[in-house]
């Protein structure tokens, strides 16, 4: 076991693990903050998506030893009051069926736009390659990416 001292969501938290601890369950099991989903535990699904530093990172293969100094936001940390556009546009048009995937996708398009505020259909899709919906919601996905970056 180790002490970290972690930056999440703007506040530093501490927490006793082992080094090889995934966040995911850092996050999960001993913070409380069950909003990033384990979906696959292999980073395939993107259930699990977190930003390190502004990145969209899957916490399920992101051992806790690795964070250091980095500042980590969970769709907790995303706003204050579910007001971010990427969040906003999501209930605009619609896009949640059973919900699971959506946290990691929300994740994945606010790390897009951040670094990408008008990006063309190519962009969106490959951006968000990989963030599995299985309920296949990823016209509305986009649509809801494409109506965020007019708010961005």
Do not use: F
């Not at 994740?107 to 962009?123: E, F, G, I, S, W």
């Not at 309920?135 to 494409?146: E, F, P, S, V, W």
């Amino acid at each position: 076991m180790a002490t970290y001292n972690l930056k999440i969501n703007g506040q530093t938290k501490q927490v006793d693990v082992d080094p090889a601890t995934p966040m995911l369950w850092v996050l999960r099991e001993h913070l409380n903050m069950p909003g990033t989903k384990y979906g696959c535990g292999v980073a395939m699904c993107g259930a699990c998506t977190i930003h390190v530093n502004g990145s969209a990172v899957r916490s399920c293969q992101l051992p806790v030893s690795a964070i250091g100094t980095s500042e980590i936001t969970t769709i907790e940390g995303l706003s204050e009051k579910g007001d971010h556009p990427v969040q906003k546009a999501w209930i605009e048009l619609d896009v949640p069926q059973c919900g699971y995937c959506q946290a990691g996708q929300i994740m994945t398009a606010a790390a897009l736009l951040r670094t990408n505020p008008n990006p063309t259909d190519a962009q969106i899709e490959a951006a968000m390659n990989g963030n599995l919906c299985r309920c296949g919601t990823y016209l509305r996905i986009k649509a809801a990416i494409k109506s965020a970056a007019k708010q961005v």
